[in-house]
T-cell receptor, first 114, second 114 residues
Framework: KNQVEQSPQSLIILEGKNCTLQ??????????LRWYKQDTGRGPVSLTI?????NTKSNGRYTATLDADTKQSSLHITASQLSDSASYIC?????????????FGTGTRLTIIP | NAGVTQTPKFRVLKTGQSMTLLCAQD?????MYWYRQDPGMGLRLIHY???????AKGEVPDGYNVSRLKKQNFLLGLESAAPSQTSVYFC?????????????FGDGTRLSIL
């Protein structure tokens, strides 16, 4: 069964600190991995999309890594800001008879405190 | 830019009532999707459309119907609402279904069935 597991479930850090969120998946055959940010009461917003051949991808203070061999990804947030408080969702895409399907993780709830 | 707009934002229904959730996108995207998000679970695909006049079942289609009469609109219908359909519903769109194409989400419709 295709699964995406994220850890930790929740995280609280001080403003200005760095943090790393983890994503492990069992999806096969792998197509791409996505990270989304979801603010409270809003829809998810895409941060990065990585294909099999990409190991690292950055979007401002967000850096995603992918190890397709171990089926692990991480999202590193540098110099956190209060606006980074949100849920971060890992999404893994797989191909199914020519169609691309997405499997969503349950997210990591990040809270930045001043 | 409006992006993806969902109406209504909130709704309370009684068991057995029917309603239609509206989704409109102004990005000329071919693909549109309806998801539901429940506590402790990842987003789950209800139905999707690969173009005007087409619809297809997703992971949890039972109890829902959809229509895509115009490219920019995707409607989700509940014919006879049940308490198990209490959820937050998200509409999304994408240019294609292939890799490196992010899905753009609306801000959701919060639906409670009493």
């Amino acid at each position: 069964k295709n699964q995406v597991e994220q850890s930790p479930q929740s995280l609280i850090i001080l403003e200005g600190k760095n943090c790393t969120l983890q994503c492990n998946y069992t999806v096969s055959p792998f197509s791409n991995l996505r990270w989304y940010k979801q603010d409270t009461g809003r829809g998810p917003v895409s941060l990065t999309i990585m294909t099999f051949s990409e190991n690292t991808k950055s979007n401002g203070r967000y850096t995603a890594t992918l190890d397709a061999d171990t089926k692990q990804s991480s999202l590193h947030i540098t110099a956190s800001q209060l606006s980074d408080s949100a849920s971060y969702i890992c999404v893994v895409s797989f191909s199914n008879f020519g169609n691309e399907k997405l499997t969503f993780g349950t997210g990591t709830r990040l809270t930045i405190i001043p | 830019n409006a992006g993806v707009t969902q109406t209504p934002k909130f709704r309370v229904l009684k068991t057995g009532q029917s309603m239609t959730l509206l989704c409109a996108q102004d990005m000329n995207h071919e693909y549109m999707y309806w998801y539901r998000q429940d506590p402790g679970m990842g987003l789950r695909l209800i139905h999707y459309s690969v173009g005007e006049g087409t619809t297809a079942k997703g992971e949890v289609p039972d109890g829902y119907n959809v229509s895509r009469l115009k490219k920019q609109n995707f409607l989700l219908g509940l014919e006879s609402a049940a308490p198990s359909q209490t959820s937050v519903y998200f509409c999304a769109s994408s240019r294609t279904v292939f890799s490196n194409q992010p899905q753009h989400f609306g801000d959701g419709t919060r639906l409670s069935i009493l």
